[in-house]
């Protein structure tokens, strides 16, 4: 019997870490969930220690009464997650923003594949994760959707020239919306996605298409194409996750029903196929129509200072994702209105002064000078 692979989960208590512990379960004779990393979720936590027993834990602040007794009961050892991804075979790092950096990178370094679900990570320094991937033989599976589809399309298409990459946008909760609209939006509505089950963040991000404009940056660095090769199109089913486009003008297509459960599983199992996860079948029959269609960059500006923060390079995208979580926090808290996150992340990169080949200390501080700008800028609409 082979033996179980040993599996950490960064960002446990989040969307996806709860769907990657879904995964994990119904396959107990596959992995073992040897570490659990979380934020201030630590009642959660605290149930998932109990159930999982895992060698190490991870968590922000003083441990709550639940959390402590579930440490101590299961002999668990607090830990950082840079050791908990050196610890496993795989670590999923599902963690938003830049606390997934690090982590990352050891795991890369030390020969590891990562299970990689933090935008952030390869948005602000992908030039960085390459070279670890490259020097230490480690490699990313990459557990968002739309790059999962883009990866299964490559399989077995070493040598044959990408044309294009074509990552598919649902369009978020307000795609038919126009400005005047968008700008009385709530922080409520805007968690309100049509399509997927996610965390606020990237839920907001959606809503805004940043989502998109860091996915193109992501492509990017996965699989190592020009700025100019990726492009977003509108498909408001999310059945079709992405579409590769080669040299002779073939186009491959990945679909599937819109369920996160299933890249998580590709992302820890790779190169296996496990059995799906109990969920619907794709019934096309049923769908009957798949609509496409081009983003409006007018009314969702986000997706273009994305796009252009990736074509400058260097720390530019770093600061644009800092400024984007920042303004999403405001947004979220009521100080600021839908309409002002592209406004201060535009007001934060304008100012930004890019460092055109960064190194990993360069990248952070341009991340906590981005932010604390976007803290700074004062915008006119109010939530």
């Not at 027993?53 to 007794?69: I, K, N, Y």
């Not at 500006?301 to 405001?330: H, N, S």
């Not at 839908?338 to 930004?352: G, M, N, R, T, Y």
Request: aromatic residues 4%.
């Amino acid at each position: 019997m082979t033996a179980r692979k040993k599996v950490a989960i960064l960002g446990s208590t989040g969307s996806i870490g709860r769907q990657a512990l879904d995964v994990v379960r119904q396959f107990p004779d596959r992995w073992e969930v040897v570490a659990l990393a979380a934020g201030r979720s630590h009642d959660l936590l605290a149930s998932q220690v109990m159930e999982l027993e895992p060698a190490f834990v991870s968590w922000e602040g003083a441990a709550s009464a639940a959390l402590a007794e579930a440490v101590e009961r299961t002999g668990s050892r607090r830990t950082d997650p840079v050791e908990m991804a050196l610890a496993c075979d795989i670590p999923l790092v599902g963690t938003a923003g830049a606390a997934g950096l690090m982590p990352t990178l050891a795991a890369l370094k030390a020969g590891k594949p990562v299970a990689i679900a933090n935008k952030e990570v390869l948005v602000m320094a992908g030039h960085i994760i390459r070279r670890a991937m490259q020097s230490g033989g480690g490699a990313l599976h990459p557990v968002d959707s739309e790059h999962s589809a883009i990866w299964q399309c490559l399989w077995g298409e070493e040598g044959h020239g990408i044309r294009r990459i074509l990552l598919t946008a649902s369009g978020g909760a307000f795609r038919d919306f126009d400005r005047s609209m968008l700008a009385g939006v709530t922080a409520e509505q805007a968690l309100n996605h049509p399509t997927w089950n996610m965390g606020p963040k990237i839920t907001v991000d959606s809503a805004t298409l940043m989502n998109k404009g860091m996915e193109t940056i992501e492509a990017m660095w996965l699989f190592d194409v020009p700025m100019e090769k990726v492009e977003v199109v509108l498909h408001r089913e999310s059945i079709v996750h992405s579409l590769v486009e080669f040299s002779d003008g073939s186009v491959k297509a990945q679909l599937g029903v819109p369920d996160m459960r299933l890249p998580i599983q590709l992302a820890l199992a790779y190169p296996d196929r496990m059995p799906a996860p109990p969920m619907p079948t794709l019934d096309l029959g049923a769908i009957g129509t798949l609509h496409f269609g081009r983003p409006d960059t007018d009314r969702f500006p986000c997706l273009k200072l994305a796009m252009e923060a990736g074509q400058r390079g260097g720390t530019f995208p770093a600061a644009m994702a800092a400024a984007d979580e920042i303004a999403v926090e405001r947004f979220l808290a009521g100080e600021v209105g839908f309409l002002d996150i592209p406004a201060i992340i535009e007001s934060v990169l304008e100012k930004h002064e890019g460092v055109a080949d960064p190194d990993l200390e360069t990248v952070i501080e341009a991340d906590r000078i981005a932010r604390e700008a976007a803290r700074r800028v004062h915008v006119g609409v109010t939530a």
